[in-house]
């Protein structure tokens, strides 16, 4: 897998876009060579800004392509989805396109480029998507695996990996085995010894066990390691597969013997300058749309403009999070609850303002004054923070830094709304923490338009 911002991607991910890139700009530079001939074309792209221009198409093609997730295959169900996905890429690739070479006449290369170029571009791409599907369940290509371990926490990784062709890992002779621990020793002592002489051979182990004392073959364990056989524990696969630290299992060493989680003032003084930077630059972006919201949340239920909530900050104080009023004035006269899918408290307006986030937007007054970062894990009330705390184990280690507008947890998970959800969301926060660094709030700040133009994740 490749790390980029401290994010770990598949391989096999990685190189879809960049295969995805050459194939753009390579039908667009055949159609140019089409169009223009040979003569013409060199000219056009060399002295015309020809290339600058194919490299645009290539960028908008690669951006919409990414936010219609046809990069993370783990979201597309079906071929024909894949497919569809194409079609809507191709199809909104046109139309900007076609809306610059209007309003912009300078940066088209000629006329009939773009015609043969997109006629040329759906063709490849259909053809290649067709092929990539194909290649990715390659043997040949594929990393032999075998998981060393029974019970439900093997079990899931065998599923995981066998559901998730883009890690390019094939589990092998892997048996859910029933047997005492002394007996089950002894069967993966035997195991490894065939798998020391298997051909095929086998590249990697991961160690799946609930509990290793009395049951680990260490020494056989070993002698492959030095053989060149790569030996991983499954929560750091399960980490890098997932982008979460599953809670299932963690234990304080994990946290005493690992990288990350350092909290380090130079890094927070720097992260908060940025949030600072953004949450300006966003508030008179957004100053023109000022009195329009105004108006609609007037207009939708009699209250206030705004919404004052306590929400616990970082080391655990209380501060008020600002927020444009979603909700009628009654939603809480029977108490603090969570909001639910649906949620009839909600007004016509407000949810519109969730699902666009716009309800959200003066929480940028937070960041300015510093009670939050722009991205950071989501603020809890404190009337729910006790029960978690006591529910869910390292659960206060989120308020080791400020609270975010955005955050790990709300791009890659959504809204908790039950204790499991919020469990989940919690394993993405501590990812985060022990990750953080200002390329990965980027990261997050890039797919954070994203949720938003999907309108995910909000109730």
């Keep these: 897998m490749i790390r980029f911002l401290n994010v770990y ?73 894949v497919f569809f996905r194409v079609l ?130 260490v020494q056989e364990l070993l002698d492959l390691r030095f053989r060149g056989v790569i030996v991983e524990e499954v929560g750091s696969l399960r980490e890098r597969l997932s982008g979460k630290i599953p809670l299932d299992g963690l234990r304080p060493s994990n946290f005493l013997y690992s990288e990350g989680f350092r909290v380090r003032p130079s890094q927070q003084l720097l992260r908060q300058l940025v949030s600072i930077l953004a949450a300006g630059v966003g508030l ?28 616990v900050g970082v080391g655990g104080r209380n ?27 909600v007004t016509p307006i407000g949810r519109f303002m969730r699902k666009t986030r716009i309800d959200e937007i003066p929480q940028l007054w937070n960041v300015l004054k510093g009670d939050m970062g722009f991205v950071g894990p989501r603020p809890e009330r404190p009337e729910f923070v006790p029960m978690l705390a006591e529910q869910l184990p390292f659960y206060n280690l989120r308020h080791l830094i400020r609270p975010g507008l955005t955050g790990w947890a709300q791009v890659r998970y959504g809204y908790g709304a039950t204790l499991a959800e919020t469990k989940e969301k919690l394993e993405y926060d501590l990812y985060y923490i022990k990750h953080m660094s200002l390329g990965l709030d980027l990261l997050i700040m890039f797919e954070t338009i994203k949720i938003i133009l999907r309108r995910r994740g909000a109730q």
């Design 88 to 217: 809507l890429v191709l199809a909104f690739d046109c139309f900007i396109t076609s809306a610059l070479m209007y309003f912009f006449p300078e940066v088209g290369i000629a006329k009939n480029v773009p015609l043969i170029g997109f006629l040329l571009l759906t063709l490849a791409l259909i053809a290649w998507r067709r092929a990539y599907d194909w290649i990715v369940w390659l043997s040949f290509f594929r990393e032999r695996v075998y998981v060393i371990g029974s019970g439900e926490t093997a079990r899931a990784t065998v599923e995981l990996l066998r559901t998730r062709p883009d890690v390019g890992m094939e589990v092998v002779d892997w048996e859910d085995i029933q047997y005492e621990q002394a007996i089950r020793r002894q069967y993966w002592v035997n195991q490894l010894e065939k798998i020391s002489t298997a051909r095929p051979e086998i590249h990697r182990i991961i160690v799946a066990m609930d509990l290793q004392r009395g049951e680990l073959p």
């Design 284 to 311: 008179l972006l957004f100053a023109p749309f000022f009195p329009f919201v105004v108006l609609a949340v007037r207009l939708s239920s009699p209250g206030p403009i705004f919404f004052k909530q306590i929400r």
């Design 319 to 345: 501060f008020a999070v600002l927020k444009f009023r979603s909700m009628r004035t009654d939603a809480e006269v029977a108490g603090a609850q969570w909001a639910t899918k649906n949620d009839p408290r």
């Design 9 to 81: 991607y598949p391989t096999r991910t990685v190189i879809l876009p960049l295969c995805e890139a050459i194939l753009v700009a390579s039908c667009f530079f055949i159609a140019t060579l089409i169009a223009m001939g040979t003569g013409d074309a060199y000219i056009a792209l060399n002295y015309e800004r020809g290339w600058w221009e194919i490299g645009g198409v290539t960028a908008i093609t690669l951006i919409l392509s990414y936010y219609f997730d046809l990069y993370e295959p783990q979201l597309v169900s079906s071929r024909f989805d």
